[in-house]
């Protein structure tokens, strides 16, 4: 890209800043209570008058059929498994997530790549590598990280199913039971997440908590947090975006 | 990740920007080698591409990025099932296309060279690679032909026709000046 181009997309970066959507992403291992979370902050969102709208891990229409069939029959490596996955991520970013929030509609995500370091990390893939497989990387305006000991989530997961095959880590535990499985591999996700909560600067939650204070906790430091502009490393994101939909800049005219 | 080799094997990559030119390459190159060779490994041996295929029309197209993440995807799957067993068990292996091609198609649609390199770092480096040149740019065939023409074919269905052959034209400039340092070795198709 030219000096000239990439100052003319900051412009338009710079012009979107006020109305711009933000982006809200909840964080955390299996059995740590986000879902129940993110439907309680969508629903205030929406009564103090806000655009919202949620994106699902693994939920684009065109890949999670693909990774689906694959898990199902238990064909995945590690690397297949991240691989899908970030083609999943992709596909939502550039399709559902960066067009809304250029749109003005705030973004409450259930889960984001941090899940994919945790479990690729966990599934002993590289880190560094895992990173790339991403880039470039878009990072959320706020990150509540859901936090719980391997236990208990272990224990609220086996109260309500049995986890499923990649779910229980099964694929590199080689441990026949599903329940002994996800123990094992539970500690190693949360020992990742742990570890990237303290580097990336999550909102921690103390997910062992009741679920009225949890909530009382997210509204509080949703409000706290300053509006601040696109991190940095979010503008090649965008501008990789921008660059490949010309009719983006015409919604930044409008509005 | 593997990266270097610890068999005895023979990984021998075949790249090129025409599916049905490279497939036909692909098959005289292991017919020649032998009882040593263990076959061709080809594009969309998981079936990714073939299921992308047959998705709902109705949705949005996927990405040059998101093509690139899937391709990456099915060379892992023929890594794991095809190419590292026959060069675990001494065999030649003929990958067509193997690394270069995407490399060639996701830096001619715009893709950080750097990215490229990083995503496929987990592919072996082929014993030797040949590239086959393209006789004419054909542009009657299918989609489902070789991954250039599948990854053509989802551009196109954006709306400007005219960005394949730029694009087609860009691999062929990054698979040339491939060939002019040495890196691979001109194949007639």
């Known amino acids: 890209m030219s000096r000239r181009d990439g100052q003319r997309w900051r412009e338009l970066l710079n012009r979107r800043e006020a109305t711009r959507g933000l982006l809200v992403a909840f964080e955390g291992p299996d059995g740590s ?51 899908l996955h970030a083609a999943d991520f992709r596909y939502r970013l550039e399709t559902e997530i960066l067009p ?114 949890q909530h009382r906790q997210i509204r509080e430091r949703f409000q706290q947090a300053e509006r601040r502009p696109w991190p940095e490393w979010n503008v090649e994101a965008l501008v990789d975006w921008l660059s490949r939909h010309p009719e983006a800049p015409r919604v930044v005219a409008r509005a | ?98 690394v270069q091609s995407a490399m060639a198609l996701g830096s001619a649609a715009g893709l950080p060279t750097r990215w490229l390199i990083e995503l496929f770092r987990f592919a072996p480096a082929p014993h030797v690679c040949y590239r086959v040149r393209e006789r004419r740019l054909r542009s009657s065939v299918q989609a489902a032909s070789g991954y250039l023409e599948f990854f053509c074919g989802a551009i196109d269905a954006g709306g400007d026709p005219r960005q394949s052959a730029r694009l087609r034209t860009r691999a062929i400039d990054f698979l040339d000046r491939l060939e002019r340092r040495r890196r691979c070795t001109p194949l007639t198709a």
């Open chain 1, 33 to 83: 209570g986000k879902t129940t979370q993110r439907k309680l902050f969508k629903t205030w969102l929406k009564a103090e008058g806000r655009e919202v709208s949620t994106t699902k891990w693994n939920s684009s229409p065109l890949i999670k059929p693909l990774v689906k069939a694959r898990k199902q029959a238990r064909a995945l490596s590690p690397e297949e498994f991240c691989l």
């Open chain 1, 100 to 213: 809304a929030l250029w749109a003005g509609t705030t973004v409450v995500a259930d889960r984001w790549l941090f899940t994919a370091l945790a479990r690729d990390a966990a599934r002993g893939l590289a880190f560094d590598w895992v990173l790339q497989v991403y880039a470039p990387i878009f990072w959320p305006d706020i990150v509540f990280y859901f936090s719980v000991a391997p236990e208990t989530s272990s224990t609220r997961i086996a109260a309500t199913r049995t986890p499923k095959f990649y779910e229980a880590g099964q694929d590199i535990t080689g441990l026949d039971d599903p329940f002994t499985s996800y123990r094992t591999f539970i500690s190693r996700v949360i020992r990742e997440y742990d570890e990237l909560a303290v580097v990336f600067r999550f909102v921690t939650i103390d997910a062992e908590q009741s679920i009225n204070e």
């Open chain 2, 1 to 98: 990740m593997a990266v270097g080799h610890a068999t005895s094997g023979r990984l021998i990559a075949v790249e090129g920007t025409c599916g049905p030119d490279l497939a036909a390459a692909a098959k005289r190159l292991s017919r020649g080698l032998g009882d040593g060779a263990s076959g061709v490994s080809a594009w969309d041996a998981s079936g990714i591409f073939t299921e992308l295929a047959a998705a709902d029309p109705q949705v949005a197209r996927p990405t040059t990025r998101t093509l690139t993440l899937l391709y990456a995807a099915d060379l892992a799957f023929r890594l794991r099932w095809q190419i590292r067993p026959a060069l675990d068990a001494g065999h030649a292996v003929v990958a067509a296309p193997y």
